[in-house]
Antibody
Framework: QVQLQESGPGLVKPSETLSLTCAVS?????????WGWIRQPPGKGLEWIGS???????YYNPSLKSRVTISVDTSKNQFSLKLSSVTAADTAVYYC????????????????WGQGTLVTVSS | SYVLTQPPSVSVAPGQTARITCGGN??????VHWYQQKPGQAPVLVVY???DRPSGIPERFSGSNSGNTATLTISRVEAGDEADYYC?????????????FGGGTKLTVL
């Protein structure tokens, strides 16, 4: 059974960098699939942040692209998110998820999700 | 950028059929995926590629997609179906391909 688990600080100060890691078990990241980050501000809808393939190829939400870096560590079977210059608007539950794809290079739906982790931006 | 439009809320009595729409420009040319999210939980995929169901999802959940509207249909609605539902596509039509989610629809079972 594929399982994903987010980890990282629950509180980040404004202007600092938010860093989260998603540990994957039950499936090797190197075997394929895209791996994505999605967030949900309290009481609001889902917002895609970005996705990465095991080779390191990435897609980012254009509205966040200047502040986002997603990386993958196949040796640890995990992938990570860094979001710089955070403000209160970045307060949200952050989810990691596995994303199916089809050739030549079209990410599709998210089939397995982590439980989510709340990150609050506050001084 | 590509926009997906969902009604904020849909209400239905138990045993009836709920239809949740997802509007987008020529969405019929894209693969649409649907997620169910209950309070305090992560989203769960209920329909992918317009009309396919993942293992473990009841046959009561079905989907269709044509023209400018995709629809998630929940037959014989149960109290446990009360949740937020989100549609999602991959938009490769712009210079910056990206995942797009609809704004979500709250399904209330009366």
């Amino acid at each position: 059974q594929v399982q994903l688990q987010e980890s990282g600080p629950g509180l980040v100060k404004p202007s600092e960098t938010l860093s989260l890691t998603c540990a994957v078990s039950g499936y090797s990241i190197s075997s394929g699939y895209y791996w994505g980050w999605i967030r949900q501000p309290p009481g609001k809808g889902l917002e895609w942040i970005g996705s990465i393939y095991h080779s390191g190829s990435t897609y980012y939400n254009p509205s966040l692209k200047s502040r986002v870096t997603i990386s993958v560590d196949t040796s640890k079977n995990q992938f990570s998110l860094k979001l710089s210059s955070v403000t209160a608007a970045d307060t949200a539950v952050y989810y990691c998820a596995r994303q199916r794809w089809e050739p030549p290079d079209s990410p599709l739906n998210f089939d397995y999700w982590g439980q989510g982790t709340l990150v609050t931006v506050s001084s | 950028s590509y926009v997906l439009t969902q009604p904020p809320s849909v209400s239905v009595a138990p045993g009836q059929t709920a239809r949740i729409t997802c509007g987008g420009n020529n969405i019929g040319s894209k693969s649409v995926h649907w997620y169910q999210q209950k309070p305090g939980q992560a989203p769960v995929l209920v329909v992918y590629d317009d009309s396919d169901r993942p293992s473990g999802i009841p046959e009561r959940f079905s989907g269709s997609n044509s023209g400018n509207t995709a629809t998630l249909t929940i037959s014989r609605v149960e109290a446990g179906d009360e949740a937020d539902y989100y549609c999602q596509v991959w938009d490769s039509s712009s210079d910056h391909p990206n995942v797009v989610f609809g704004g979500g629809t709250k399904l209330t079972v009366l």
